[in-house]
């Protein structure tokens, strides 16, 4: 069942239309009737996010409503065929009732999630009735609200395990089903634990659970993060439904010392990254001492120098060339932009992913024959030679912007080179 999930959750309608035949066994109730369902648009900010949380749903070939009322005890089901939504077995009723319907089913499992966004529509539950009793002679209008919200999980360190569960007052969520004759659903739960999302690894996974009722979200038995705030119990009225919320597990900015009795800040700018120090060593090394292990490294044993491996690539610190030759961010790694106050230059790293997007990571530049180099050493090494992190660019005094000719670990750099230390906690 494929869907389309955006950033942006806005207005989008459902018609559903039925063709209607005789049916000579039951002359005073018609089959097959027209049924327009419009899913409400909540816009509003969601309170632990750290973007604007909306989403837009649309519906998909395949995709089912299940409608029923309460005169009768099942559900009618109609399918969209790719124009519209369809039913051969709906029967209008002899009296007046309350419709409701339910996408997509009348029972959502929530266990065992894949974790994709493509995949949260399969379980985005949404619910509506008509606002009067009618027979459905003349059609039938419902408003379908959300009635589910969604958290973005970000694991943030390699080879983590993620075993997201949910619990209730009544105990750990593993469902949602339809509350017969109201706009709604009801939690299902189970006694013992219940795993919505279960991965391997970093990264950013999507995960569907109940909105509007108090609920508490663990990574196995420990709590997740709200940017650095653990949490791990919402308020008695729950999440917003249609909204998501970014959760991690784990900081992703904090601070260490080091063994000259500073306290260094520390950012990740993205899911497995490393965490790189927001400040360089105060003096300027070669890569033999860059590459010091344990007590003997510059700041001591809880940091070091990051590999190129580890810095460098797509969805890590990465540039492609534009048209005109030079370099520029690239869509999936950090946003950057070279900033000049005066004779200050600085290259400022920006997160792009969830969990992220507030992180920034500052490198400073060195001079040299009117070129800025904003390099640090990698404790990388080829044929013999040192690895450096370069990052070289010019100042246009026409445009008053920066053109940036190299953003790559090198080649080749002598190891006696004095260069900048830009060091990553240990862990």
């Not at 729950?238 to 800040?265: F, H, P, R, V």
């Not at 969990?355 to 044929?383: A, M």
Request: hydrophobic fraction near 35%; charged fraction near 25%; include cysteine.
């Amino acid at each position: 069942m494929k869907k389309i999930l955006y950033s942006v959750f806005m207005l989008a309608t459902m018609v559903l239309a039925a063709c209607s035949s005789d049916d000579t066994t039951e002359p005073a109730v018609k089959r097959g009737m027209v049924l327009k369902a419009n899913v409400e648009d909540t816009d509003t900010r969601a309170t632990i996010t750290d973007n604007e949380g909306k989403w837009k749903f649309a519906f998909a070939e395949g995709d089912v409503v299940k409608v029923g009322n309460d005169k009768v005890e099942s559900y009618y089901t109609f399918t969209n065929d790719g124009t519209v939504f369809t039913s051969t077995d709906a029967l209008q009723t002899t009296k007046a009732a309350t419709w409701c319907a339910y996408f997509p089913g009348e029972t959502i499992s929530l266990e065992n999630q894949s974790g994709d966004f493509a995949a949260v529509a399969n379980n985005y539950a949404l619910a509506g009735a008509t606002a009067t009793a009618t027979t459905g002679s003349d059609g039938l209008t419902v408003t379908m609200k959300a009635k589910a919200a969604v958290l973005c999980i970000v694991g943030v360190k390699d080879g983590e395990s993620l075993d997201i569960n949910v619990k209730t007052d009544d105990g750990y969520v593993s469902g949602l089903k339809a509350d017969k004759n109201s706009a709604d659903f009801k939690v299902e739960t189970k006694d013992t634990k219940v795993s919505l999302l279960s991965k391997q690894g970093a990264g950013v996974y999507y995960v569907v659970v109940p909105a509007g009722v108090k609920i508490s979200v663990y990574n196995g038995n420990e709590p997740l993060y709200s940017g650095d705030k653990t949490m791990s119990t919402t308020k008695a009225d729950g999440l917003k439904a249609g909204k998501y919320y970014t959760l991690t597990t784990g900081k992703t900015t904090g601070s260490a010392t080091n063994k000259l009795g500073d306290t260094i800040g520390w950012v990740q700018l993205w899911p497995g990254g490393p965490k790189f120090a927001t400040q360089n060593v105060k003096e300027e090394l070669d890569w033999y001492e860059a590459t010091k292990k344990d007590d003997g490294y510059v700041w001591g044993a809880n940091w070091r120098t990051p590999t190129a491996d580890e810095v460098y690539g797509e969805g890590k610190l990465y540039a492609a060339h534009n048209e005109n030759g030079h370099l520029q961010p690239v869509a999936g790694s950090p946003y950057f932009k070279i900033i000049k106050e005066g004779e200050h230059v600085t290259l400022v790293f920006t997160g792009v992913q969830p969990g992220y997007t507030k992180n920034t990571l500052t490198l400073y530049s060195k001079i040299v024959k009117d070129q800025y180099y904003f390099d640090f050493w990698t404790s990388s090494e080829i044929n013999g030679y040192g690895k450096r992190f370069i990052i070289a660019a010019e100042y246009d005094v026409d445009t008053k912007g920066f053109n940036i000719g190299s953003f790559w670990p090198s080649s080749f750099d002598n190891k006696k080179t004095k260069d900048l230390v830009r060091p990553v906690l240990a862990e």
